[in-house]
């Protein structure tokens, strides 16, 4: 999750209306404070019992925790793309995510630059 609060302002455009939501199965409080702690500028939610990591396949439940994966949901509330794992130390997978958003979450013409 690092990585993206890292790469927040570049990749996401500090928001570019877009929602990111970091889901774990960590108690609430525990997520709450970590996320705190480390300055998160987006969300998460508590997936305790692993229901939503169970629907979209990222949850093992002989961990008891989620996998690295990346869903990125369009407008129309579908899911645009996914990476299961997403490759965090890779320059191409970022890459491939701000390909996958400039499609669905175009930036406005005035901030190219």
């Known amino acids: 999750m ?29 997520l709450a404070a970590w996320a705190r702690e480390s300055s998160f500028q987006f969300l998460f939610g508590s997936d305790a019992d692993g229901a939503v990591g ?12 989620d996998d690295r994966s990346l869903y990125v949901i369009d407008p129309e509330g579908k899911v645009a793309y996914s990476a299961r794992p997403f490759r ?17 979450a175009p930036l406005p013409a005035d901030s190219s630059g």
């Not at 996401?12 to 609430?28: E, P, Q, T, W």
């Not at 169970?54 to 925790?65: N, S």
């Open 2 to 30: 690092e990585a993206y609060r890292d790469q927040y302002a570049t990749i996401f455009n500090n928001g570019r209306g877009i929602v990111l939501l970091g889901i774990s199965a960590d108690a609430d409080t525990t």
């Open 54 to 65: 169970t629907l979209y396949g990222a949850f093992d439940p002989a961990r008891r925790m």
């Open 88 to 104: 965090v130390l890779s320059a191409a997978s970022y890459k491939e995510l701000d390909d996958v958003l400039d499609r669905i």
